[in-house]
């Protein structure tokens, strides 16, 4: 089982910025986000879809339509470059997966 | 506060154990709504689930490495460790501890540990 995501979106400051992960069993399972900044461990973003934990700014958004979750992140800043992970459990929901990732580039 | 402190050796030959410990404080780790996993990622490479263990004891792991993986936790040392056997220089990455809350946040990989690097090689 696979998670798509693009390699790469590049976008400018105060711009928002969509990431989007495919994947066959999405239309049964949450989708979950990551962000990882060079030299630390990855950070939850987004659980069950569109969750958002405490400390995480509202701009970073989640939804999931059919096979395809998206993460969004309105008036993006340029701290927010770094790689984006989407996660989801197979159409079992026993095993886990990851996306590839996403490298964030702010111009 | 949940902290994790993964530990490990650092360098592995071909085709030994890696043992990896996972030292937990902040929390127990027979805290029924919480589960423990490991997640590693190859440089420059993304992340890739290993395992998780729950609750119940129950562990599930990723089908790639099942053959070679266990994972367990040691409740005197309220510490989760991982053994991976037959290790070759794929298995080279940042071993990753994590912590969830199933009854809250379903599958999400929670609190993370800031990752021990495992290097295979003679």
């Known amino acids: 089982y696979e998670l798509t995501q693009p390699p790469s979106v590049s976008v400018s400051p105060g711009q928002t910025a969509r990431i989007t992960c495919s994947g066959e069993?999405?239309?049964?399972?949450?989708a979950y986000w990551y962000q990882q900044k060079p030299g630390q461990a990855p950070v939850l973003l987004i659980y069950?879809?569109?969750e958002r934990p405490s400390g995480i700014p509202e701009r970073f958004s989640g939804f999931r339509s059919g096979t395809t979750g998206t993460l969004t992140i309105s008036a993006v800043q340029a701290e927010d470059e770094a790689d984006y992970y989407c996660?989801?459990?197979?159409?079992?929901?026993?095993?886990?997966?990851f996306g590839g990732g996403t490298r964030l580039t702010v111009l | 506060q949940l902290h994790l402190q993964e530990s490990g050796p650092g360098l592995v030959k071909p085709s030994e154990t890696l043992s990896l410990a996972c030292s937990v404080s902040?929390?127990?780790?027979?805290?029924?709504?919480?589960?423990w996993g490991w997640i590693r990622q190859p440089p420059g490479k993304g992340l890739e689930w290993i395992g998780n263990?729950?609750?119940?004891?129950?562990?599930y792991y990723n089908p790639s490495l099942k053959s070679r993986v266990t994972i367990f936790v040691d409740t005197a040392k309220n510490q989760l460790s991982l053994n991976l056997m037959s290790v070759t220089a794929a298995d080279t990455a940042l071993y990753y501890c994590?912590?969830?809350?199933?009854?809250?946040?379903?599958?999400?990989?929670?609190?993370w540990g800031q990752g021990t690097m495992v290097t295979v090689s003679s």
């Open positions: 994590v912590e969830g809350q199933i009854t809250i946040k379903d599958d999400a990989f929670d609190v």
């Open positions: 902040g929390a127990s780790i027979r805290r029924s709504s919480s589960y």
């Open positions: 263990i729950y609750y119940s004891g129950n562990t």
């Open positions: 069993a999405l239309p049964q399972q949450s």
């Open positions: 069950k879809d569109s």
């Open positions: 996660h989801s459990p197979d159409g079992s929901g026993t095993y886990q997966v």
